[in-house]
């Protein structure tokens, strides 16, 4: 059900962005990588509960409460993005552009990785954090009011779709009928609901469509 709602929350994500509201689009693709990473920790608990741990419903909502948790937990690929004329930039266009097998390539390798292990690292609290700026009106530092629409719509854009993608992904992995092979209980509980759980297609926005 989970899983449900993060399909619902980034198809309304994608319709926004295309209507240019990039901050509110990005603040329902944060929620819906949450929705995301919380049908993930349901799964986890579910394969404890099945190994005999005694699950209780306080014990859900705590480990399902937790804004950056869920974020880590719906991070399932890592995206690496760099302007040009930066290490990690050069990098990327080395590993493009020199043989496979040559020095030049096994280093930039090598920068790219440390690169992206410190990305995935950073992403889940930077996303959170982000999701804030997104949704409210607030003051920095210096004490000047920071606007959601102020930030930047690229970076804004570019989460949006690499939180569709990483749901398309999932959703690819757990049709229905592995769901309830691996988990009946589950889905004797999504059974039970009217209407019946759908998972969405994902929908990318126009600009970003794959």
């Given at each position: 059900?989970?899983?449900?709602?993060?399909?619902?929350?980034?198809?309304?994500?994608?319709?926004l962005s295309?209507?240019?509201?990039?901050?509110?689009?990005?603040?329902?693709?944060?929620?819906?990588?949450?929705e995301l990473?919380?049908?993930?920790?349901?799964?986890?608990?579910?394969?404890?509960?099945?190994?005999?741990?005694?699950?209780?419903?306080?014990?859900?909502?705590?480990?399902?409460?937790?804004?950056?948790?869920?974020?880590?937990?719906?991070?399932?690929?890592?995206?690496?993005?760099?302007?040009r004329g930066?290490?990690?930039?050069?990098?990327?266009?080395?590993?493009?552009?020199?043989?496979?097998?040559?020095?030049?390539?096994?280093?930039?390798?090598?920068?790219?990785?440390?690169?992206?292990?410190?990305?995935?690292?950073?992403?889940?609290?930077?996303?959170?954090?982000?999701?804030?700026?997104?949704?409210?009106?607030?003051?920095?530092?210096?004490?000047?009011?920071?606007?959601?629409?102020?930030?930047?719509?690229?970076?804004?854009?570019?989460?949006?779709?690499?939180?569709?993608?990483?749901?398309?992904?999932?959703?690819?992995?757990?049709?229905?009928?592995?769901?309830?092979?691996?988990?009946?209980?589950?889905?004797?509980?999504?059974?039970?609901?009217?209407?019946?759980?759908?998972?969405?297609?994902?929908?990318?926005?126009?600009?970003?469509?794959?």
């Amino acid at each position: 059900m989970a899983l449900e709602q993060a399909g619902r929350l980034l198809q309304s994500a994608a319709i926004l962005s295309d209507r240019g509201d990039r901050s509110t689009a990005f603040v329902l693709a944060m929620f819906g990588r949450e929705e995301l990473g919380r049908s993930r920790l349901l799964r986890d608990l579910a394969e404890r509960a099945r190994d005999g741990e005694q699950i209780t419903p306080s014990r859900v909502r705590q480990i399902c409460e937790d804004h950056v948790s869920k974020q880590q937990k719906s991070q399932l690929s890592s995206m690496l993005a760099a302007n040009r004329g930066t290490s990690v930039g050069d990098a990327l266009q080395t590993m493009l552009t020199s043989p496979i097998d040559s020095r030049e390539t096994k280093q930039a390798r090598e920068i790219v990785e440390v690169a992206s292990e410190a990305t995935g690292r950073r992403a889940p609290s930077d996303r959170h954090d982000q999701r804030m700026r997104a949704l409210y009106v607030d003051l920095d530092s210096s004490g000047r009011w920071r606007r959601p629409q102020d930030l930047d719509e690229r970076v804004l854009e570019r989460e949006v779709f690499y939180a569709i993608s990483d749901y398309a992904g999932e959703r690819d992995r757990l049709r229905d009928e592995v769901l309830e092979d691996d988990f009946p209980a589950m889905a004797k509980a999504r059974t039970a609901k009217c209407p019946g759980l759908v998972l969405p297609m994902p929908t990318w926005p126009q600009s970003l469509a794959v």
